[in-house]
C-alpha cells in the first residue's frame, strides 16, 4: 500500500459515488468549501497495487483548541486494514504542521468492532463532537404515499395543513437566496439563542455545491399577494450521489406550519434526482448534544425513519498540548448544555 496525494476531482468523485457517498462533508465540494474558509487540505489517497482503496479528506485546523489535523465524516475505505497505513500517513503529517492531535469523525457504524479498530490504533474517544455522529435518516425505497403513511400522524396533518392554509414552496438557486435566508435565519438565531454559522459560511457552502448542481434552497410563503416575498421558512439542501442533506434549516415564529411543508417538499425532491435516503442531519444524543435538540429531534423524528449512529469522534494524541485543547473542550461541553 501506499500513499499519494490525489489532485483531480473526477478520480476522488468516482471513488466518492461508488462506495456510497455517505456524507457531503467528505466531498470534494466540502474541500473546497472549507479552503474558502482560510483552512490548508489535503486530499489523500491509498493506493494497492495502483488500485484506490481509501480517500481522506484532511483538514489542517488552527483554533483556540489547539492546531490538529481533522478528518470530517471520512475517511471513505473499502478494507477497514487500511486504517493502519493511514494512521503511518496521518502522524507524518501531524508532525510536519506541528499539530497537537490526530481527530477522525468517522461514519463507521458506532459498535464494538469499530471501537476496538480505534483503540487498538492508540485512538481515544474525544471530549466533544465536530460534526453530527447521531443523524436521522429516511430510506426513500417507497411511494411517496407509502411515506407519508409512516409518518406520526401529526406531522402528516401538519403537511397538509400548511398547503391547505395557502404555504407554498419556492425552489431556488439565485444569487438573492441567500440574503433571503439569512434574514430569517438571523430570526431563528435570536429566538432559539444558539451560536449560528455566519453568512460568509453559509453563502460558501452554498455557493460551492451549487456549481455541482448539488445545492437549493427551499422558501415557505404563503400565496397570498399582501405577503410574496414574505417568507415563513427555509431550507438548505445538499445533495450527493446517493442523498440529500437538510444542513441549514431557519423559521420565523408563526401559526402556519410552514417547515413541516418545506422537509416534505425537500423528501419529495430526493426523490426526483434519484437519492436513497434523505438525512435530517443530527439528532439529540445525551451526553454528546445540547439538551435543547430534544425539540427538533422530536419534528424530524415525525417524518418517519430511523436512528444511525456513528462512532463517537476519536482522537490520537502527537503532543502532550493535547491535554490542553482537552480541557477548553470540557468547558465548551458544558457551556453548550451538554
Not at 49 to 61: E, G, S, T, Y
Not at 68 to 89: M, N, R, S
Not at 253 to 264: E, M, N, R, S, V
Request: hydrophobic share 40%.
Amino acid at each position: 500500500m501506499i500513499t499519494k496525494e490525489i489532485i483531480d476531482q473526477p478520480t476522488w468523485q468516482k471513488f466518492f459515488d461508488e462506495n456510497g457517498s455517505p456524507s457531503f462533508l467528505h466531498s470534494w465540494e466540502w474541500g473546497e468549501m472549507e479552503k474558502k474558509q482560510g483552512y490548508e487540505i489535503k486530499r489523500i489517497g491509498v493506493f494497492d497495487d495502483n488500485r484506490l482503496i481509501a480517500i481522506v479528506l484532511i483538514i489542517v485546523i488552527t483554533s483556540k483548541r489547539g492546531k490538529f489535523l481533522f478528518i470530517p465524516h471520512g475517511p471513505l475505505v473499502k478494507l477497514k486494514t487500511v486504517f493502519k497505513k493511514l494512521k503511518e500517513a496521518l502522524i507524518h503529517l501531524a508532525k510536519k504542521e506541528n499539530c497537537f492531535f490526530i481527530r477522525i469523525a468517522s461514519v463507521l457504524e458506532n459498535n464494538q468492532e469499530n471501537e476496538k479498530l480505534f483503540i487498538d490504533l492508540g485512538f481515544k474517544k474525544a471530549p466533544i463532537y465536530m460534526h453530527s455522529e447521531t443523524m436521522w435518516i429516511l430510506p426513500l425505497n417507497k411511494t411517496e404515499d407509502e411515506l407519508l403513511s409512516q409518518m406520526r400522524k401529526t406531522t402528516r396533518y401538519l403537511i397538509k395543513k400548511a398547503a391547505k392554509d395557502g404555504v407554498i414552496i419556492e425552489k431556488r438557486t439565485d444569487e438573492r437566496a441567500v440574503d433571503d435566508f439569512h434574514k430569517l435565519f438571523e430570526e431563528t438565531v435570536k429566538r432559539e439563542n444558539f451560536t449560528p454559522f455566519s453568512k460568509k459560511f453559509i453563502k460558501d457552502e452554498f455557493e460551492t455545491f451549487h456549481k455541482t448542481g448539488n445545492a437549493l434552497f427551499l422558501f415557505a410563503r404563503l400565496k397570498t399577494p399582501e405577503v410574496v416575498n414574505n417568507y415563513l421558512a427555509s431550507a438548505l439542501i445538499i445533495f450527493t450521489d446517493s442523498t440529500a442533506f437538510y444542513h441549514q434549516g431557519a423559521s420565523i415564529h408563526t401559526k402556519y406550519p410552514a417547515p413541516y411543508l418545506i422537509q416534505w417538499e425537500a423528501i419529495k425532491e430526493a426523490k426526483q434526482r434519484g437519492c436513497s435516503f434523505y438525512n435530517f442531519w443530527g439528532i439529540c444524543k445525551p451526553g454528546r448534544t445540547p439538551k435543547s435538540w430534544t425539540g427538533l429531534t422530536l419534528f424530524k423524528q415525525g417524518f418517519g425513519g430511523q436512528e444511525i449512529n456513528y462512532l463517537p469522534t476519536q482522537d490520537l494524541i502527537i503532543s502532550s498540548k493535547y491535554y490542553l485543547t482537552y480541557l477548553y473542550e470540557k468547558i465548551l461541553n458544558w457551556r453548550r448544555g451538554v
